[in-house]
């Protein structure tokens, strides 16, 4: 959406373009877009409803994090509660929780990205949360392409 609205203003821009436009928008407050962008965390945003979502770089390893053993551990008789789980389940759920949060901030329309690769050209993965969407869910979605040449 905040694309679309962009190009309508200025068609034909190249995606670099939009981007530097919202780096340093213009002073004068006639070629102001009327539009805000908020960047936050997925924490941030709890509680919260936006128009328009973007979660950025729905990847294995960003979403979710990779498991990581803790390296202080707390003491059995100091934890208030006792779970059956492993520490690598309720970080998975935990980060399921997560991503559930930040896909149903939007009111209005959700975009997820991902890449096909990193910034030194290794292959990723998309994220098993987005591709269990896909997979399992009937929502209506659509896959768009962008070359590097941006």
């Not at 053993?69 to 779970?83: A, C, G, W």
Request: aromatic share 8%.
């Amino acid at each position: 959406m905040v694309v679309r609205e962009f190009n309508n203003a200025k068609p034909n821009s190249k995606i670099a373009e939009i981007i530097n436009y919202y780096a340093d928008p213009p002073k004068s407050d006639s070629d102001k877009l009327k539009i805000a962008i908020e960047i936050s965390t997925a924490h941030k945003t709890k509680g919260r409803e936006f128009r328009i979502v973007i979660v950025m770089n729905s990847i294995m390893s960003h979403f979710p994090l990779n498991f990581k053993k803790r390296e202080l551990k707390v003491p059995d008789s100091l934890r208030r509660y006792e779970s059956k789980k492993d520490e690598e389940t309720l970080h998975d759920e935990e980060e399921r929780r997560l991503y559930y949060v930040a896909i149903t901030r939007a009111k209005y329309e959700l975009v997820i990205t991902y890449s096909l690769q990193d910034k030194k050209e290794n292959k990723t993965e998309m994220s098993q949360f987005l591709n269990e969407i896909i997979k399992n869910s009937n929502v209506d979605y659509q896959k768009i392409s962008i070359d590097n040449d941006i």
